[in-house]
């Protein structure tokens, strides 16, 4: 069983496309990290959430942590080849001290 | 900053086998995770060293264990070896252990194990 739900599994766009990532529980996360994983490399950590209602940006990249903090989402405006990669949420539920890794979103921007 | 390095980064063993892999974190790092990844399970924790003592544990059989050094690396060991047990160990160091404020963790290139 998933703590961590990661929608869609996989996603094909083109360049300039517009896309949503998607991460849900039905716990109550501490905070929640994204990462982007590489072929051949170990995930790299994009950001971190810790508020619920909290939004960051890094660049084209939009991060929103939900109120109740059970879900997160990554927005990416514009896509670019470059961001084509695995993207992994992973969250700190309150009740525990680890991290839990969703299956990831596989995601692939056609030039 | 050198940054996580795993050794190595390639493996072939067969059933029964054992084998060990390696973790140098970064420097100054005193926490050392490991996870291990498979298409079908994704990334799931095995366990966390910090100064030498595990402080975390993953839901895994005995045959997954670990070690850490004064020198803050890491090793993981898996014994008797199954085919279910080909997937990609990843480690993570961190400058602190555990904690909900969200530490940043630096993962290394992973080692891919393949168990014929």
């Known amino acids: 069983t998933q703590l961590l739900e990661q929608s869609p599994q996989f996603l094909s766009i083109q360049e300039g496309e517009n896309l949503t990532v998607y991460c849900n529980s039905s716990?109550?996360?501490?905070?929640l990290q994204w990462y982007r994983q590489e072929p051949g490399e170990g995930p790299v950590l994009l950001v971190t959430v810790v508020t619920g209602g909290e939004v960051k940006k890094l660049k084209r990249l939009t991060f929103q942590f939900g109120d109740a903090r059970k879900d997160s989402s990554l927005h990416i405006t514009a896509a670019q080849p470059g961001d084509t990669g695995l993207y992994l949420c992973a969250g700190l539920f309150t009740t525990g001290n680890q991290f839990y890794f969703g299956t990831g979103t596989s995601l692939t921007v056609i030039p | 900053k050198a940054g996580v390095t795993q050794t190595p980064r390639y493996l072939i063993k067969t059933r029964g086998q054992q084998v060990t892999l390696s973790c140098s974190p970064i420097?100054?790092?005193?926490?050392v995770s490991w996870y291990q990844q498979t298409p079908g399970q994704g990334l799931q924790f095995l366990f966390e060293?910090?100064?030498?003592?595990?402080?975390n544990k993953g839901n895994f059989p005995g045959r997954f264990s670990g070690r850490q050094f004064s020198n803050s690396r890491s090793e993981m060991n898996v014994s008797t070896l199954e085919l279910g047990d080909s997937a990609l160990y990843l480690c993570?160091?961190?400058?602190?252990?555990?904690?909900?404020?969200?530490?940043?963790?630096?993962f290394g290139p992973g080692t891919r194990l393949l168990v014929l």
């Open positions: 716990s109550v996360f501490s905070s």
């Open positions: 060293y910090f100064s030498e003592t595990q402080r």
């Open positions: 420097s100054g790092h005193r926490s």
């Open positions: 993570a160091s961190s400058l602190i252990a555990g904690g909900p404020s969200g530490q940043t963790q630096y």
